[in-house]
RNA sequence: UGGGGCAUGGUGCAAUGGCAGCACACCAGACUUUGGAUCUGUGGAUCUUGGUUCGAAUCCAGGUGCCCCAGCCA
């Protein structure tokens, strides 16, 4: 977890000096989404530092819902941002606000903005717009109506207003320059006509603000000190400052980091709307997906996801954090905090052929070995199990320490057995192993000193419980999914075996009635989650993570 | 001579004129009733050229590379 409360970076300083010189007397801070999508782990960055900083400065901050769009943004989105805002710990309380609210006020500077001549109606076509803007390297031209009288400027802004024209006749711009090399200068449009019903204002309005129109006049409206955003606005805060200069109002400082990136995956709101919508997955909580949403579901412990942001940092350069980082920041935490159970992905029958017939043994386990206050349970032991297939080869390939013809291992907390016989089908496939226990070895400790080399989880078949889990693998097949050659996209790099469903696996009994989202360390492979979909007695488990695995490496390496 | 931003091990982040450090990853070993965890250890970086300075990752000048901007999206 966080060391140090009071983060170190580039952004707090900035906010000291400001306290210090008096530039701001105290601190607030603004979250901004568009209700255009879910929260994904770029956001979450966002938000940890937007609010963190907020906090660790003794300071306040908002959520503001940027919905200056009625097209594109719907109820849907702002409750799952609420809720992933919450998941993440963080508090805004009565702080909720929607840009939309500010309409009228928005509305009332621009036509403060025109009668200072520094605002005109426009009623070039938006391809004539984009002709006129000019290009990165040749300054734009002015509109023809860029110099229409104050007076027929107020005049066509109200009637705009009063729904008199059409979607995309006029629109409502600054009057900066033409000819500056930053093109966000060149005469932004600050109002678009848009007869569309917006979620929250209904009918009320057919035009709208734009983004660089509505943004910083939102933050000031609300006192914002510091607007914290994506380094991608960093061209746009001379508009920013622009407005709220000529508009005379409190003016907030606005302070850019860059967007976080993670390997194998990809964190654009378009491209994971175009995977849901293609049902590629099966929604947006779908547990491959970096939705917060996802993560959730997948049994990503929120602690974790909050390390990693802070283990990220934060700065301006633009930079790709390792998924292993991620991966290693859950594990760090579901080492310290899951209990440990035994559970058989896929089965291979085993018959002690020596084990009193019918007997069955309660024998103890360890709930967590790195939590002593985790205390201990029982499991089942009988003489008929199931053990992982993996753990048994008939030729065992050099440094395997498992099960195989003529090799005595050890069942966790269980006995040493002995492999005597291997059972095939009419295909040549092993379908049963019979072995012999020593029952001088219970609770898996040779009283004559004798080691084994491998120790196995296992289940008891007759008191075991059918479950299904989910193994999920990274969605794309490369590091930099967007990264493609021409022609193709990042579709073709999507991992086609991303989800493989297990159904029938078997696990302990003390999982029968497990709690959705409870996490568990299934020993010696990974750690899983009770999905939604779970049933009483038939639960359903995802893989959050899988347990380092050095056995693997040594097999990969051949 | 469009404008803006960024360059530190494989990755991310520190070092704010004074011994380039941390984490992840990687590699080797110890330990182990999870091939988990834990512990120990190895290797590996200041984009480049010049300048200022006793001393430069840091300051200055030039160069190079990468990213962003031409929505009536945010």
């Not at 840009?99 to 005109?120: M, N, T």
């Amino acid at each position: 977890m966080t060391e140090n409360p009071v983060p170190s970076n580039f952004i707090q300083e900035a906010i000291l000096d400001d306290l210090k010189n008096g530039r701001f007397d105290h601190v607030l801070t603004r979250f901004p989404p568009e209700p255009n999508g879910y929260l994904h782990i770029g956001h979450a960055k966002a938000i940890c530092i937007t609010f963190g900083l907020a906090e660790a400065n003794g300071g306040k901050y908002n959520l503001r819902f940027d919905d200056t769009n009625p097209v594109k943004e719907d109820v849907e989105y702002v409750e799952s941002i609420k809720e992933d805002i919450r998941w993440l710990g963080f508090d805004w309380e009565d702080r909720e606000f929607f840009a939309s609210d500010y309409f009228e006020q928005l509305y009332q500077w621009a036509e403060k903005l025109i009668l200072k001549g520094k605002a005109y109606v426009d009623d070039l076509s938006p391809d004539e717009i984009r002709e006129y803007r000019g290009t990165l390297t040749e300054p734009g031209r002015n509109s023809p109506y860029r110099d229409r009288s104050v007076d027929e400027n107020l005049d066509l802004f109200r009637r705009m207003r009063a729904r008199e024209f059409p979607n995309g006749s006029r629109v409502l711009r600054a009057k900066i320059d033409m000819a500056s090399g930053n093109i966000n200068l060149r005469d932004p449009v600050m109002y678009r006509i848009l007869h569309s019903t917006h979620h929250r204002t209904g009918d009320q309005w057919c035009i709208y603000p734009m983004y660089d129109y509505a943004h910083g006049q939102s933050d000031s409206i609300e006192g914002v000190t510091h607007s914290l955003c994506d380094i991608a606005y960093e061209i746009h805060r001379p508009l920013y400052d622009w407005f709220l200069d000529e508009l005379e109002i409190f003016h907030p400082r606005q302070i850019e980091f860059s967007r976080l990136n993670v390997t194998y995956t990809i964190l654009s709101k378009r491209f994971l709307k175009q995977l849901v919508e293609k049902g590629l997955v099966l929604g947006w909580d779908d547990p491959r997906m970096p939705t917060l949403s996802g993560m959730r579901r997948r049994g990503y412990p929120v602690e974790a996801v909050r390390d990693f942001i802070d283990r990220v940092g934060v700065a301006k350069n633009e930079s790709v954090a390792d998924i292993s980082l991620l991966e290693h920041c859950v594990r760090e935490n579901l080492n310290r905090t899951a209990l440990r159970v035994m559970g058989v992905l896929n089965p291979l029958k085993v018959i002690i052929t020596n084990y009193p017939e019918g007997q069955v043994e309660q024998l103890e386990a360890i709930n967590n070995p790195e939590d002593p206050a985790a205390g201990t349970r029982t499991v089942p032991f009988s003489g008929e199990l199931y053990i992982e297939q993996e753990d048994f080869r008939e030729v065992p390939p050099p440094k395997y320490f498992r099960l195989a013809p003529g090799r005595e291992v050890r069942l966790r907390y269980g006995y040493f057995i002995k492999c005597e016989e291997v059972v095939k089908d009419e295909q040549g496939n092993v379908v049963e192993l019979r072995c012999t226990y020593d029952p001088a070895t219970r609770g898996g400790y040779a009283p004559d000193g004798r080691k084994v080399q491998g120790t196995l989880h296992w289940v008891s078949a007759a008191q075991a419980v059918d479950a299904e889990v989910r193994m999920y693998n990274r969605l794309f097949l490369t590091s930099d999914p967007d990264n493609v050659e021409e022609g193709k996209t990042y579709l073709d790099n999507i991992n086609p075996d991303s989800l493989k469903v297990l159904s029938g696996c078997k696990v302990e009994p003390s999982l029968v009635n497990a709690v959705i989202g409870a996490r568990f360390q299934f020993e010696r492979q990974g750690y899983f989650s009770i999905d939604p979909d779970s049933q009483p007695g038939k639960p359903v488990f995802n893989l959050i993570v899988e347990l380092r695995d050095t056995w693997n490496k040594i097999q990969g390496k051949k």
